[in-house]
């Protein structure tokens, strides 16, 4: 279709691959994160929270400040593929290199009293692996986002690639982050049913169901049909089983990450002259409305909590590492989050329509600042005033109704945020003649990042004020493995957490068609756990997934009251950089659409 605008655009092909790829690098991102840096490195390896909280904070702190770095190089990158084009070549399998690498690590031994180098040696794997993820991550995170105001010159354009491209992240985080867990114990509980074949056991899901029934521990129930080493191998596979979906999804992630590099042009050409590092950073403070769009949303951080503690909440409160409760609960509690992200991510262009930037954005973050609050307070209604918990399917539908307002939020702001600075780059343009598209893209991911350690620190330390670490966590992994349900072992108080080891029948069907019957008088199995332990952990939780959100996204309007780049002042903007550019004979007539 003809271009009357005679603006440089891009190709209905080159919309697509670059959705395509914004959908995998999004799955790569949610595999490292969401999944490794959020619930493997503390709830599988049992590394001390206060590592991970370090881990994640240094990594990321790092790695915030390193983007500006990575911002000049693409800045003043100049070949015949363009500055971006050439990192989104080479960088997805350096990515999902190091990606796999964050997972093969050993597990931390909790019962060393002291300082082991074997711990050592496992943490500074998780730092380092982590560290060279992040400035990889960079490198092609920051050229895939810069890429958006380098396909087209047309600002209608740009929005509504903008804006989808936030719809195939989120996508992509959707995809990731609903799916990894339950499939990780779904592959767990495959090898386990493997493993009890091997010890000529067919109806292995059928005696765990049972155990769990007469409240018997499965392990002396395994224990007394041959199966002695059932606990070891549990742990084991369920390990494996997020190394193996983790793999699976990593390369997914890279091959549609890929495409973006090898089926997309660059349209509109470098600036002539480019800053160095020092100035970039000058440049970056010095441009008022980016100035205040990075402050908000380091103000904004403490709402990354919700993804911190969100599957340690699904997996030990809701689901017990049940695959199929996993699913469920993940698909309706996460599904009510990322709806509400999807649909208000596709509605920010019409609402552009209506009402200004920077009212849209102010308003979505005050949006949500009562639904996060009514999160910990249905919790704390539910656990403290009713016999029930939080499984109900009122408490359920209501708590998924609540996160869909939390999506809301987070679609509109990360939509508006992308749409905000690529402005900035504009007006940066208007004012001296500089493109930084590199540089002021690194400041989105320098928000998430700065946001993430933040993040990470704080609920470090919520976590380590609730004894949430190291040995407790695998202790009360230990009692969900044995059949344990948390819970309902809060209303324990002081009294440890126990299995009452009822005497049960139990029908072993064997691999060679036979079966036999044992009858096993269960001992009462205890556990150095109480009830007040579990409870400060779940309350330690849902006040993680409530209160620092409503704070953060209260703290992110202040900046934005007074936002310099309003629509009039950039319309004029915009028509001024048109008006250089026909001057200069950069626009040219396309047909594409």
Not at 140 to 167: F, H, M, N, V, Y
Not at 179 to 200: C, M, Y
Request: charged share 15%.
């Amino acid at each position: 279709m003809a271009n009357p605008s005679g603006l440089r655009r891009y190709s209905a092909k080159e919309r697509n691959v670059y959705l395509t790829g914004m959908f995998g690098q999004n799955i790569i991102y949610n595999v490292a994160v969401t999944i490794m840096a959020n619930y493997y490195l503390q709830n599988v390896l049992y590394i001390p929270v206060l590592a991970v909280a370090a881990i994640v904070a240094i990594a990321q702190v790092w790695d915030a400040f390193n983007d500006p770095m990575m911002g000049t190089l693409i800045d003043r990158t100049r070949t015949k593929w363009g500055k971006c084009r050439p990192y989104l070549i080479f960088s997805p399998v350096v990515i999902a290199i190091f990606t796999m690498l964050c997972f093969t690590n050993g597990t931390y031994d909790t019962q060393v009293a002291g300082v082991s180098v074997r711990n050592i040696l496992i943490v500074a794997w998780a730092g380092v692996a982590y560290v060279l993820w992040g400035m990889s991550y960079t490198v092609g995170d920051i050229s895939l986002w810069s890429l958006t105001s380098l396909l087209t010159e047309e600002e209608k354009q740009r929005q509504k690639l903008q804006a989808a491209a936030r719809i195939a992240a989120a996508l992509g985080t959707g995809l990731a982050a609903l799916s990894i867990q339950p499939l990780s114990f779904k592959v767990k509980d495959i090898l386990l049913n493997r493993r009890a074949e091997a010890h000529g056991i067919a109806n292995y899901a059928e005696i765990v169901e049972q155990s769990k029934k007469a409240l018997v521990s499965i392990n002396d129930v395994m224990a007394e049909i041959g199966f002695d080493d059932y606990a070891s191998w549990s742990y084991t596979y369920e390990k494996r089983g997020f190394i193996i979906v983790a793999a699976v999804f990593t390369l997914i992630g890279f091959v549609t990450f890929q495409l973006v590099g090898l089926f997309t042009k660059e349209k509109i050409s470098p600036s002539k002259k480019a800053n160095n590092i020092k100035q970039n950073f000058k440049l970056m403070w010095n441009n008022k409305p980016f100035r205040q769009l990075l402050i908000s949303g380091i103000l904004s951080g403490p709402t990354g909590i919700m993804m911190l503690v969100a599957m340690t909440l699904v997996a030990k409160y809701y689901a017990m590492k049940n695959p199929g409760d996993a699913a469920i609960y993940t698909i309706i509690l996460g599904g009510g989050l990322f709806a509400g992200m999807l649909v208000s991510t596709g509605l920010v262009p019409p609402l552009l329509k209506r009402f200004s930037k920077r009212g849209l954005y102010i308003f979505s973050n005050l949006l949500v600042v009562l639904p996060s609050v009514g999160i910990f307070a249905l919790y704390w209604y539910v656990h403290n005033h009713t016999e029930y918990n939080m499984t109900r399917p009122l408490y359920v539908g209501i708590l998924a109704l609540l996160l869909m307002f939390c999506g809301i939020r987070l679609g509109i702001s990360s939509a508006l945020q992308t749409m905000m600075i690529s402005d900035c780059v504009d007006y940066e343009d208007y004012k001296s003649g500089l493109r930084p598209d590199g540089v002021f893209f690194s400041g989105q991911t320098f928000i998430v990042k700065i946001g993430s350690g933040l993040s990470a620190i704080i609920y470090g330390l919520m976590c380590l004020n609730a004894g949430y670490t190291g040995n407790n966590i695998k202790l009360l992994d230990n009692f969900m493995a044995d059949g344990g349900v948390p819970r309902d072992a809060m209303s324990l108080g002081d009294a440890p957490l126990q299995l009452k080891g009822e005497t049960i029948d139990i029908l072993v069907k064997l691999t060679d068609g036979s079966s036999i019957t044992h009858v096993l008088q269960g001992n009462l199995a205890q556990y150095t756990l109480s009830g007040n332990d579990v409870k400060g952990f779940f309350t330690m939780m849902f006040l993680a997934l409530s209160i620092p959100p409503a704070i953060g996204a209260l703290l992110a309007t202040l900046p934005m009251i007074k936002y310099a780049l309003d629509n009039k002042t950039y319309a004029n903007v915009l028509e001024t950089l048109q008006q250089r550019r026909r001057e200069k004979g950069e626009l040219t007539e396309e047909t594409d659409d």
